[in-house]
């Protein structure tokens, strides 16, 4: 068995040297010499063109949209130029034609349309926007990661265009800026300097695992579907079993998103878009795309670890775009509740999505009262410390967990009030109850179980 593992290893290691040879073969820098052109200028034309092949490929003409909008963006910031007027036009031009979209193609079911890729779409243009005014500013007055985003040059159409058109993340993502994207132009996003990235490799590694997930997910979608939450044969089934039928779902459900961003990430790896610089042990990343973090999403039993190893790209934008440009508002609930507002409507107008946020919200403000009450709880420390019980709390964390992960998802994938409405009906609106129970209850418990010199300490 091992010297089996060895060669299929050894095969796998061979195949990949042969790539790498054709593609130093295949030099972007000879192709470019031989027409006359620079490699920079042939690497944003054929991200253009591919782009825009995948968008003809999968929309037809609908492909219009997306170039009206990029090139009423370059002309805003043409015009308009590094001005907070600018911000504001892009902001409210980009997210009320997505929104304007969603209006007139929206139906009671999931499907794939132009305004799929377009909301990708509205994020890049908003967040160029924001760093190009953010170039503008005086160094020093702009935190680390402003620096880091921040655009000191004009972006030509053809830029603008490369960078909204790349073709690795088109469709579904991830989010990134166009300074990093102007590194791999420019042929900087390399681990060794002069050669193509040795990038075949880990982007095969996540290529494999998104292969895996489509796989179980292939298997297992025509068993576990959220149309069976709304017929008479699961409302007819116990309590125990509709709660639990919700959690197996509510899980399940969230592999074909992971599939796809496993899938775009290897391409973004491939291309050398993924690279992130090294390791202290010198060693090469490759995690600039990187959309999930498997191990965390499949072990952590906090709703807060699912959010921070799902979808991270998009969470990282709004993070930096508006959670964090609301600082003003002087409120961090606020702050986040108008965000939460945002994403919400940024998915689309269905009601499924302001409730399955506004869960969200309500989950996470409870289940940081719940952890700091148990740290700072001298009883509730010692008890959760106990070696013998972490299997137990482990159990009922991720069933708490994913239960009510699996309630918010039911109106996020059901979209319309009438039809979530029936399925939360069926189990009482468990997941209302029990958080808002909670976000009350809590305080309570917690003054009267933390000593006042544990308060006092945190006063200091």
């Known amino acids: ?116 890729p377009h909301c990708v779409l509205t994020l890049k243009l908003i967040g160029l926007a924001v760093d190009y005014f953010d170039g503008g500013k005086d160094q020093n007055s702009l935190s680390s990661e402003q620096q880091k985003y921040a655009i000191r040059g004009v972006p030509s159409l053809l830029e603008v265009a490369g960078f909204s058109y790349f073709y690795g993340a088109f469709l579904v993502g991830p989010q990134f800026s166009m300074n990093h994207y102007m590194k791999l132009v420019q042929g900087e996003l390399i681990d060794i300097p002069g050669k193509i990235p040795n990038s075949i490799i880990p982007a095969l590694k996540r290529l494999s695992l998104g292969l895996f997930y489509l796989v179980g997910y292939t298997l297992l979608s025509p068993h576990i579907t959220e149309d069976y939450l709304l017929t008479e044969d699961y409302d007819n089934h116990p309590f125990w079993f509709r709660c639990m039928y919700m959690l197996i779902w509510g899980k399940f459900v969230l592999y074909k998103y992971v599939t796809c961003w496993l899938v775009t990430e290897g391409v973004c790896i491939l291309t050398g878009l993924g690279f992130n610089g090294f390791e202290e042990k010198g060693k090469a990343k490759w995690d600039a795309c990187a959309n999930m973090k498997v191990w965390l999403f499949e072990t952590n039993p906090r709703f807060t670890g699912t959010i921070a190893s799902f979808n991270i790209n998009t969470n990282a934008w709004v993070a930096r775009y508006i959670f964090k440009r609301l600082k003003f508002l002087g409120n961090k609930e606020l702050s986040q509740g108008l965000s939460l507002l945002f994403l919400a409507l940024w998915h689309g107008l269905h009601s499924g999505y302001l409730v399955c946020f506004q869960m969200e919200f309500l989950i996470v403000i409870v289940e940081r009262q719940a952890a700091r009450l148990i740290q700072e709880s001298p009883t509730l420390s010692k008890l959760a410390a106990i070696t013998v019980l972490q299997p137990f709390y482990y159990l009922v964390q991720q069933t708490i967990h994913w239960l009510f992960m699996g309630y918010s998802m039911t109106a996020f994938c059901l979209f319309t009030w009438d039809k979530w409405l029936k399925v939360y009906k069926s189990i009482y609106f468990l997941g209302h109850i029990f958080f808002l129970s909670l976000l009350f209850i809590l305080p309570y418990i917690h003054k009267a179980m933390v000593p006042r010199k544990e308060k006092l300490k945190k006063m200091e």
């Open 1 to 116: 068995m091992a010297s089996s593992a060895e060669g299929d290893e050894g095969t796998v290691v061979a195949l990949a040297g042969v790539l790498q040879s054709g593609f130093q073969e295949l030099s972007l820098n000879k192709l470019a010499t031989s027409l006359g052109a620079s490699e920079q200028a042939l690497r944003l034309i054929i991200s253009i063109f591919l782009g825009l092949s995948i968008a003809y490929f999968n929309f037809g003409n609908q492909l219009y949209h997306s170039l009206l909008c990029i090139v009423l963006q370059f002309l805003i910031l043409r015009l308009m130029g590094r001005t907070i007027t600018a911000v504001l036009t892009t902001f409210c031009f980009q997210m009320a034609y997505l929104l304007a979209g969603y209006y007139y193609t929206a139906t009671g079911n999931y499907d794939i349309k132009w305004t799929m």
